[in-house]
Antibody
Framework: EVQVVESGGGLVQPGGSLRLSCVGS????????MTWVRQAPGKGLEWLATIKYDGSAKSYVDSVKGRFTVSRDNVKNSLFLEMNNLRGDDGGVYYCARIEQQVVHFYLAVWGKGTTVTVSS | AIRMTQSPSSFSASTGDRVTITCRASQDISNYLAWYQQRPGKAPKVLIYAASTLQSGVPSRFSGSGSGTDFTLTISFLQSEDFATYYCQNYYSYPWTFGQGTRVEVK
């Protein structure tokens, strides 16, 4: 079964750090672009970051640039999101997703169930 | 960043209804648009990409159309499992952006 499973969420104080992980299984992890999307409580979806299959290219939304770092370990079939200097509005469910590429079209085809981050003192 | 605006934000419908959700991009994104469905407490699921291509396994009652700045998602015959929130997403350029969502509720 093709799946991705996130972990690492939890309660963290403002200004603190957290590292999220996402493990892929059932597919050749190193062949796919991967992405992180979050959803604040009761709100919509927000794209955060995308990383190329070999890790050679990364893109971020402005609100997390300089604070969050996306990385991957293709040997361990793992995707990471290092989050520093966390703020109250960083709280929510963080989803990892596998990107499907059809020629020039990229879409989020496989989603995990998400891991919850709460930023509070 | 390209802004994606969906309308309406929510509405009520009945099973069997034909429903249409619109999504407008703040600039031309050609057909670099995907639609997702999210049921309460669940992860999103892709329905359509390239504005009108149905993802494998998605029922044919779902269809998408549009190009440039204006797009629509149509559900031809609403089923009980279709009551959910729907999001459009632009992947024309970074940052990728989602619409604010359209919630389809039971009338």
């Amino acid at each position: 079964e093709v799946q991705v499973v996130e972990s690492g969420g939890g309660l963290v104080q403002p200004g603190g750090s957290l590292r999220l992980s996402c493990v892929g299984s059932g597919f050749s992890f190193g062949s796919f672009w991967m992405t992180w999307v979050r959803q604040a409580p009761g709100k919509g979806l927000e794209w955060l970051a995308t990383i190329k299959y070999d890790g050679s290219a990364k893109s971020y939304v402005d609100s997390v640039k300089g604070r969050f770092t996306v990385s991957r370990d293709n040997v361990k079939n793992s995707l990471f999101l290092e989050m520093n200097n966390l703020r109250g509005d960083d709280g929510g469910v963080y989803y990892c997703a596998r990107i499907e590429q059809q020629v020039v079209h990229f879409y989020l085809a496989v989603w995990g169930k998400g891991t919850t981050v709460t930023v509070s003192s | 960043a390209i802004r994606m605006t969906q309308s309406p934000s929510s509405f009520s419908a009945s099973t069997g209804d034909r429903v249409t959700i619109t999504c407008r991009a703040s600039q031309d994104i050609s057909n670099y648009l995907a639609w997702y469905q999210q049921r309460p407490g669940k992860a999103p699921k892709v329905l359509i990409y390239a504005a009108s291509t149905l993802q494998s396994g998605v029922p044919s009652r779902f269809s998408g159309s549009g190009s440039g700045t204006d797009f629509t998602l149509t559900i031809s015959f609403l089923q009980s499992e279709d009551f959910a929130t729907y999001y459009c997403q632009n992947y024309y350029s970074y940052p990728w952006t989602f619409g604010q969502g359209t919630r389809v509720e039971v009338k």
